[in-house]
């Protein structure tokens, strides 16, 4: 996406955009028979009605966004349509399950880095079938990378009934990990875990390296035109891809790291309820720029956290906050045209008058 | 023995009926040069409203209801991609969310989140006299509910319209050349729109099938990716209807193994047949890609941005 002028391509675009979703979602509550106004009073409340509900809620929810958000803006950057980071983030869950649930004789510290790093190369590893498959054979990603999402949520739903399985046998989830492998809390008494640190310093060091290294030159190069990239022969197009591809695989795993060693201590089915998915409205509210994927997973974690609220105060199901993003996301696509055509007219006429 | 297999062609047969059918849609939509991902999304919808139908007027009026639902859903695809102009990939994943959502929610708030499993009137079999009789097929392919029959008589007919027919050279000319097509005085986008709502109300009817003929009633994502598959099945019937119908049915056959786990006696964890048909899919799409070539047009906008 291309960026316009400072004030209206990064703020009052996505929050039209938002405003707009909203404002669609509240027509389709009214018409399903529901109080618009009770829901998204229920909605704020349970979203930033206290501090609890910000920092234990909210925050805590934003965390998978903003990490699968940075997934989906770099691979989108780089030209990647990677819509596989539900699956990306699935295998970085197992593979940080089974790293944390073993490995014991590891000093804590030590083991909990082990525990992340071994999310990213999961998610990384789930990455790399759809990224040869692209570089080496030309086969699109986009169904690629959908249909390996069902492929990791099977091979989690059997790891939690075989060789993960709690060891009583009863539920199909993993055992809990030991306390010295999760993520801290921030502020005691508060559900928020170092993961939010982390997913924010990540989000900083991703926008210093797409926006101001060589690297990042290279990606926004390959992504804006592999061809021009190309020709101009200096810019090796396909290990730029993989390599982007990869990138993207590991943010979306260590989404799923973070989740298990930060919030649930455990793996079990339906870890992600598609927060994969959310992951591309989280991205393109954000204009594909790694600082506003902060903000914009912060307001997908306020909706997603505000859901629960309102399914329990005005019996609205939470599913329906899924049918919000696609309009998020349809809404900024349709502003963004709409920007470019009027942008164009201008000029066009412009040109006319001179 | 013979029972067994004839058990598993009839469910190869009924579970590849859905993908045929959104499958044949979809290659209609492709040839005119327009990729829907949001057909997963049209499934669901037709689902969801072909059982709603199914409830108020009987299960024939229920797949009429499918059918609606699922052109909806494209409409919004082509009002975003083809009206605005929009990326084709992201809108169709839009598409497929909101579906996936909207459909949930309105479930969940028609008939509560956790209540006993709807029971719905199913579209039950109809049996052809003569071709049912054959030996070990007769039944798998000539016992089954309309819908299938449906997507045998649509191969060969979007096969002659396609090849045999000016409107069907019309339809491949804007997905191979549509600068050529617009010049030769076909009207690009309104062929384009018209071959969506086509693809997206069959795709509806992929979902009525699933609702009313194979599992008898609706459930939260019951679509589980079949609209993706359907887009490899396109791929590997290399976008001709014929062979889109033989695809379709491989990955029937796919997905009914998970069912005779038990009765073939392998001891094999049973995610791992849940998993296969998207297995095949990769594997589909990385054997066959190369070999087959896509309409050149496929998911570019037109007019193309300037």
């Given at each position: 996406m291309r960026s316009g002028a400072f004030p209206f391509a990064a703020i009052v675009a996505p929050a039209a955009a938002f405003a707009l979703s909203l404002l669609v979602a509240g027509v389709s509550l009214w018409l399903g028979g529901h109080d618009p106004l009770r829901a998204g009073a229920a909605l704020l409340g349970g979203a930033i009605g206290s501090t609890d509900a910000i920092l234990s809620v909210t925050l805590v929810r934003s965390v998978p966004f903003i990490l699968t958000g940075l997934a989906v803006a770099l691979a989108f950057r780089a030209g990647v349509w990677n819509i596989g980071a539900e699956g990306q983030l699935y295998a970085g869950a197992l593979a940080a399950t089974w790293v944390g649930l073993g490995f014991s004789w590891l000093p804590g510290p030590l083991h909990?880095?082990?525990?992340?790093?071994?999310?990213?190369?999961?998610?990384?590893?789930w990455a790399l079938v759809p990224a040869l498959l692209r570089v080496r054979l030309g086969v699109g990603e986009v169904i690629t990378t959908l249909v390996l999402n069902f492929v990791a949520i099977d091979l989690a739903s059997w790891a939690v009934r075989g060789p993960l399985q709690e060891s009583r046998r009863v539920f199909p989830q993993s055992e809990a990990l030991a306390l010295d492998v999760r993520l801290p809390a921030l502020w005691a008494g508060t559900r928020l875990h170092w993961g939010f640190v982390l997913a924010a310093v990540l989000a900083?060091?991703?926008?210093?390296?797409?926006?101001?290294?060589?690297?990042?030159?290279?990606?926004?190069?390959?992504?804006?035109?592999?061809?021009?990239?190309r020709v101009s022969g200096r810019i090796a197009v396909q290990p730029v891809t993989l390599g982007a591809f990869l990138a993207s695989g590991a943010f979306a795993g260590l989404a799923g790291g973070v989740e298990v060693a930060g919030v649930t201590y455990a793996l079990y089915e339906g870890l992600s309820p598609g927060h994969g998915y959310t992951a591309i409205a989280v991205a393109l509210l954000a204009g594909l720029n790694p600082l506003a994927v902060i903000p914009a997973g912060i307001l997908f974690g306020g909706l997603e956290g505000g859901a629960g609220a309102m399914q329990r105060f005005a019996s609205v199901p939470a599913a329906w906050v899924g049918g919000v993003e696609?309009?998020?996301?349809?809404?900024?696509?349709?502003?963004?045209?709409?920007?470019?055509?009027f942008g164009r007219a201008a000029r066009d006429g412009g040109d006319e008058g001179a | 023995?013979?029972?067994?297999?004839?058990?598993?062609?009839?469910?190869?047969?009924?579970?590849?009926?859905?993908?045929?059918?959104?499958?044949?849609?979809?290659?209609?939509?492709?040839?005119?040069?327009?990729?829907?991902?949001?057909?997963?999304?049209?499934?669901?919808?037709?689902?969801?409203?072909?059982a709603l139908g199914a409830l108020a007027w009987g299960a024939g009026w229920?797949?009429?209801?499918?059918a609606v639902a699922g052109l909806v859903a494209a409409a919004v695809f082509a009002l975003f991609a083809l009206g605005l102009r929009c990326d084709q990939i992201i809108t169709g994943t839009a598409v497929t969310m909101g579906g996936l959502g909207f459909t949930a929610a309105a479930y969940e708030s028609r008939f509560g989140a956790t209540g006993t499993a709807l029971s719905l009137p199913t579209l039950g079999p109809v049996t052809i006299p003569l071709l049912s009789d054959l030996p070990l097929v007769g039944r798998a392919f000539f016992a089954q509910a309309p819908t299938v029959y449906l997507a045998y008589l649509l191969a060969p007919a979007l096969w002659l319209y396609l090849n045999r027919t000016g409107w069907g050279l019309e339809l491949r000319a804007t997905g191979e050349e549509p600068a050529a097509a617009e010049a030769a005085g076909v009207r690009v986008v309104r062929t384009r729109v018209l071959a969506t709502l086509f693809g997206g109300a069959l795709a509806?009817?992929?979902?009525?099938?699933?609702?009313?003929?194979?599992?008898?009633?609706?459930?939260?994502?019951?679509?589980?990716g079949r609209g993706f598959i359907a887009i490899a099945v396109v791929v590997l019937g290399r976008w001709n209807p014929l062979g889109v119908l033989a695809a379709a049915l491989l990955f029937g056959a796919a997905t009914?193994?998970?069912?005779?786990?038990?009765?073939?006696?392998?001891?094999?964890?049973?995610?791992?047949f849940l998993a296969l048909p998207?297995?095949?899919?990769?594997?589909?799409?990385?054997?066959?890609?190369?070999?087959?070539?896509?309409?050149?047009?496929?998911?570019?906008?037109?007019?193309?941005?300037?």
């Amino acid at each position: 996406m291309r960026s316009g002028a400072f004030p209206f391509a990064a703020i009052v675009a996505p929050a039209a955009a938002f405003a707009l979703s909203l404002l669609v979602a509240g027509v389709s509550l009214w018409l399903g028979g529901h109080d618009p106004l009770r829901a998204g009073a229920a909605l704020l409340g349970g979203a930033i009605g206290s501090t609890d509900a910000i920092l234990s809620v909210t925050l805590v929810r934003s965390v998978p966004f903003i990490l699968t958000g940075l997934a989906v803006a770099l691979a989108f950057r780089a030209g990647v349509w990677n819509i596989g980071a539900e699956g990306q983030l699935y295998a970085g869950a197992l593979a940080a399950t089974w790293v944390g649930l073993g490995f014991s004789w590891l000093p804590g510290p030590l083991h909990l880095a082990l525990v992340l790093a071994a999310a990213a190369v999961g998610g990384a590893l789930w990455a790399l079938v759809p990224a040869l498959l692209r570089v080496r054979l030309g086969v699109g990603e986009v169904i690629t990378t959908l249909v390996l999402n069902f492929v990791a949520i099977d091979l989690a739903s059997w790891a939690v009934r075989g060789p993960l399985q709690e060891s009583r046998r009863v539920f199909p989830q993993s055992e809990a990990l030991a306390l010295d492998v999760r993520l801290p809390a921030l502020w005691a008494g508060t559900r928020l875990h170092w993961g939010f640190v982390l997913a924010a310093v990540l989000a900083v060091a991703l926008w210093w390296v797409l926006g101001r290294t060589l690297i990042g030159f290279k990606v926004r190069a390959v992504g804006s035109s592999p061809e021009a990239a190309r020709v101009s022969g200096r810019i090796a197009v396909q290990p730029v891809t993989l390599g982007a591809f990869l990138a993207s695989g590991a943010f979306a795993g260590l989404a799923g790291g973070v989740e298990v060693a930060g919030v649930t201590y455990a793996l079990y089915e339906g870890l992600s309820p598609g927060h994969g998915y959310t992951a591309i409205a989280v991205a393109l509210l954000a204009g594909l720029n790694p600082l506003a994927v902060i903000p914009a997973g912060i307001l997908f974690g306020g909706l997603e956290g505000g859901a629960g609220a309102m399914q329990r105060f005005a019996s609205v199901p939470a599913a329906w906050v899924g049918g919000v993003e696609a309009l998020v996301i349809l809404c900024v696509l349709a502003i963004h045209q709409g920007v470019r055509r009027f942008g164009r007219a201008a000029r066009d006429g412009g040109d006319e008058g001179a | 023995m013979s029972e067994i297999i004839a058990a598993f062609l009839e469910a190869s047969v009924r579970l590849g009926a859905p993908l045929a059918l959104a499958a044949l849609g979809e290659s209609i939509t492709e040839r005119s040069g327009v990729i829907n991902i949001g057909l997963e999304g049209s499934i669901i919808a037709g689902a969801l409203a072909s059982a709603l139908g199914a409830l108020a007027w009987g299960a024939g009026w229920g797949v009429g209801a499918g059918a609606v639902a699922g052109l909806v859903a494209a409409a919004v695809f082509a009002l975003f991609a083809l009206g605005l102009r929009c990326d084709q990939i992201i809108t169709g994943t839009a598409v497929t969310m909101g579906g996936l959502g909207f459909t949930a929610a309105a479930y969940e708030s028609r008939f509560g989140a956790t209540g006993t499993a709807l029971s719905l009137p199913t579209l039950g079999p109809v049996t052809i006299p003569l071709l049912s009789d054959l030996p070990l097929v007769g039944r798998a392919f000539f016992a089954q509910a309309p819908t299938v029959y449906l997507a045998y008589l649509l191969a060969p007919a979007l096969w002659l319209y396609l090849n045999r027919t000016g409107w069907g050279l019309e339809l491949r000319a804007t997905g191979e050349e549509p600068a050529a097509a617009e010049a030769a005085g076909v009207r690009v986008v309104r062929t384009r729109v018209l071959a969506t709502l086509f693809g997206g109300a069959l795709a509806g009817v992929a979902g009525a099938h699933l609702a009313l003929a194979h599992a008898g009633t609706f459930g939260e994502g019951m679509s589980a990716g079949r609209g993706f598959i359907a887009i490899a099945v396109v791929v590997l019937g290399r976008w001709n209807p014929l062979g889109v119908l033989a695809a379709a049915l491989l990955f029937g056959a796919a997905t009914a193994l998970q069912f005779f786990l038990q009765t073939l006696g392998l001891d094999l964890p049973y995610q791992l047949f849940l998993a296969l048909p998207y297995l095949l899919t990769l594997l589909a799409l990385a054997g066959w890609v190369g070999r087959a070539r896509a309409p050149a047009a496929l998911g570019k906008p037109w007019p193309e941005p300037t």
